[in-house]
C-alpha cells in the first residue's frame, strides 16, 4: 500500500516515514505542507494521505481543506487526518469527506507502528476510523438520540467508532457475540437507523455523532 505523508514537523514526518516503512507500507512522498501535498497527489496518488489538519501555510485547518480537495479529485484515495488535541470543532468536515476510506486521529494514537499500521490498512481497504477521544468528548456534549443510550451502548459505538468489528468488541469487552450483536441493534434503533441496503449503518452511526 503506498503513501503519502504531510505534516509542518520533519521530525513527526521522518518517525511515521520509518514507523510506515517497518510495517511494509511503500511511502512515496513527503510534504512540509497543504500547497506541496496537493502538488504530490496530482503527480503520483498514492492509496492512502496522512496529513495533520493544521498544516502552512496558514496554521489553521489547511491539511483538512487539502484532504477535501484530494477526495473531490481522487475519491479513491483514502485520507487519515491528524491532530495534536482533541479537536471536535473539525468532526463534522472530517465527516462530510465520506464514509469510506476516511480517518481522523490524535497524533499520540500514530506513535505506535501497530496502531498506525492498522489504521492505515483499513482506510486504504475503504474503511473509516474516529479516535475514541473525540467520540468521547462529542458525547458528553450530544443530546437527541445519543441521550438515550447507556453507558454499555457508548462505549460499544466509541469502539465502532474506532473501526473495531463485532468480534474485536466481544474480545476487548469480554462479551458473547449475541450480547454485542442487541447492544448495537439497540443503538441503530435508539438513533433511528433503519436497515437500508445503500447504507451502512455502522457508519451512519458514528456520523450522527459528528453531525448532531
Not at 21 to 32: C, D, L, N
Not at 123 to 143: K, N, Q, T
Request: aromatic share 4%; glycine share 8%.
Amino acid at each position: 500500500m503506498r503513501v503519502t505523508l504531510a505534516d509542518d514537523s520533519t521530525l513527526f514526518r521522518q518517525g511515521m516515514d520509518r514507523l510506515l516503512r517497518e510495517t511494509g507500507f511503500e511511502v512515496v512522498g513527503q510534504a512540509a505542507s497543504a500547497d506541496e501535498l496537493l502538488r504530490l497527489v496530482e503527480q503520483d496518488p498514492p492509496d492512502v494521505v496522512i496529513t495533520d489538519i493544521r498544516m502552512p501555510p496558514d496554521r489553521l485547518d489547511d491539511g483538512l481543506r487539502a484532504a477535501r480537495a484530494i477526495r473531490a479529485r481522487w475519491p479513491g484515495v483514502g485520507v487519515l487526518l491528524l491532530s495534536q488535541y482533541v479537536e471536535p470543532c473539525y468532526a463534522a468536515d472530517v465527516a462530510a469527506l465520506g464514509a469510506d476510506g476516511v480517518g481522523y486521529l490524535l497524533k499520540d494514537r500514530v506513535a505506535d507502528a501497530a496502531e498506525l499500521a492498522d489504521a492505515v490498512d483499513r482506510i486504504g481497504r475503504g474503511g473509516s476510523i474516529v479516535d475514541p477521544a473525540v467520540v468521547g468528548l462529542l458525547i458528553e456534549r450530544r443530546g437527541s438520540g445519543l441521550a438515550a443510550l447507556s453507558h454499555r451502548e457508548r462505549v460499544i459505538l466509541a469502539l465502532m467508532a474506532d473501526g473495531r468489528s463485532n468480534e474485536a468488541i466481544c474480545l476487548r469487552l469480554h462479551l458473547s457475540p449475541k450480547t454485542v450483536d442487541t447492544h448495537i441493534r439497540n443503538i441503530f434503533s435508539k438513533l433511528g437507523l433503519t436497515p437500508a441496503a445503500s447504507d451502512n449503518r455502522r457508519v451512519l452511526a458514528v456520523l450522527e455523532y459528528l453531525r448532531a
